[in-house]
Nanobody, 133 residues
Framework: RVQLVESGGGSVQAGGSLRLSCAASGFTFSTSCMGWFRQTPGKEREAVAGLFIGGGDPHYVDSVKGRFTISQDNAKSTVYLQMNSLKPEDTAMYYC??????????????????????????WGQGTQVSVSS
């Protein structure tokens, strides 16, 4: 069964940290592009961070650079998002998404397509992150 299962969300005060996890199964993890996206009610989905499991530099939206780090554990087929120095504006539902048979060159396309096309790729159920001031 193809699925992504997120965990690790919660409520923290501004300046705090959280680590999100996304466990993948049912598809070829090693050749996948995977990313974290977030959405708040009434706003467009936003790409936060993405990487190609096979290697290469990850991509980050400017607003999280220097604060968030995306990483992977190939043995566990899991992608993480370490979020430090959290701000109230980081409050959102965070989703993990993936596209298999991807490449590092296709990573930007994956990030854009996942934002613009709700049915593109494989999606998790989401995990809520709430940051209070």
């Amino acid at each position: 069964r193809v699925q992504l299962v997120e965990s690790g969300g919660g409520s923290v005060q501004a300046g705090g940290s959280l680590r999100l996890s996304c466990a993948a199964s049912g598809f070829t993890f090693s050749t996948s592009c995977m990313g974290w996206f977030r959405q708040t009610p009434g706003k467009e989905r936003e790409a936060v961070a993405g990487l190609f499991i096979g290697g290469g530099d990850p991509h980050y939206v400017d607003s999280v650079k220097g604060r968030f780090t995306i990483s992977q554990d190939n043995a566990k087929s899991t992608v993480y998002l370490q979020m430090n120095s959290l701000k109230p504006e980081d409050t959102a539902m965070y989703y993990c998404a993936a596209a298999d048979a991807c490449s590092w060159r296709e990573l930007p396309t994956f990030m854009i397509a996942t934002v613009k096309t709700p049915t593109f790729g494989i999606w998790g159920q989401g995990t809520q992150v709430s940051v209070s001031s």
